[in-house]
T-cell receptor, first 113, second 109 residues
Framework: DAGVIQSPRHEVTEMGQEVTLRCKPI?????LFWYRQTMMRGLELLIY????????DSGMPEDRFSAKMPNASFSTLKIQPSEPRDSAVYFC???????????FGPGTRLTVL | GQQVMQIPQYQHVQEGEDFTTYCNSS?????IQWYKQRPGGHPVFLIQ?????EVKKQKRLTFQFGEAKKNSSLHITATQTTDVGTYFC?????????FGAGTILRVKS
């Protein structure tokens, strides 16, 4: 298995633009997590899905952020409109079972100018 | 809300010295996981502890879960330059998963 795949690896955009981050979890994993990592706030859990259904989105910062999981092999995190304070590394992770080992993707480094 | 505090924030040790990082939760955890993130990399799972008072070892790494399941520690014996990185704890309390802020370990050779 190729592991968790994220795209793009780097994204530079201007304030106000829409940004879509993509994630392909490990095949067979039933949990998918989205995280944001910054120096100031560390690693924050934004949202997680179980069998494509969002379970806890309390970590989503505001309405500008939305996440979907249309099927077991694909998820997106969208920011619209983007702001400079959204600049961070966004990680996707998947696991087989909620409390089991999470496998992280390489991350997407987002810069909003 | 649930919080997991991790200390120290940063530690710089001489190669061969020991290193310990501690996690303390405001609530009881059902389990605790430890991850390592190398500079520029992504978190990689190290271990999971589930039972009260549990101790697990991986070569030079020793992990403990407190009796009350509210604290945990990671101890590295005789650090090596390959141990460099940030060590995170993460705990589930109910439906909430919280990561500690991480301890950055630097090793001088």
């Amino acid at each position: 298995d190729a592991g968790v795949i994220q795209s793009p690896r780097h994204e530079v955009t201007e304030m106000g633009q829409e940004v879509t981050l993509r994630c392909k979890p490990i095949s067979g994993h039933d949990y998918l997590f989205w995280y944001r990592q910054t120096m100031m706030r560390g690693l924050e859990l934004l949202i997680y899905f179980n069998n494509n259904v969002p379970i806890d989105d309390s970590g989503m910062p505001e309405d500008r952020f939305s996440a979907k999981m249309p099927n077991a092999s694909f998820s997106t995190l969208k920011i619209q409109p983007s702001e400079p304070r959204d600049s961070a590394v966004y990680f996707c992770a998947s696991s087989s079972g909620r409390a089991n080992e999470q496998f992280f993707g390489p991350g997407t480094r987002l810069t909003v100018l | 809300g649930q919080q997991v505090m991790q200390i120290p924030q940063y530690q710089h040790v001489q190669e061969g010295e020991d290193f310990t990082t501690y996690c303390n939760s405001s609530t009881t955890l059902s389990n605790i996981q430890w991850y390592k993130q190398r500079p520029g990399g992504h978190p990689v799972f190290l271990i999971q502890l589930v039972k009260s008072g549990e101790v697990k070892k991986q070569k030079r790494l020793t992990f403990q879960f407190g009796e009350a399941k509210k604290n945990s520690s990671l101890h590295i014996t005789a650090t090596q330059t390959t141990d460099v990185g940030t060590y995170f704890c993460a705990g589930w309390g109910g439906n909430k998963l919280v990561f500690g802020a991480g301890t950055i370990l630097r090793v001088k050779s």
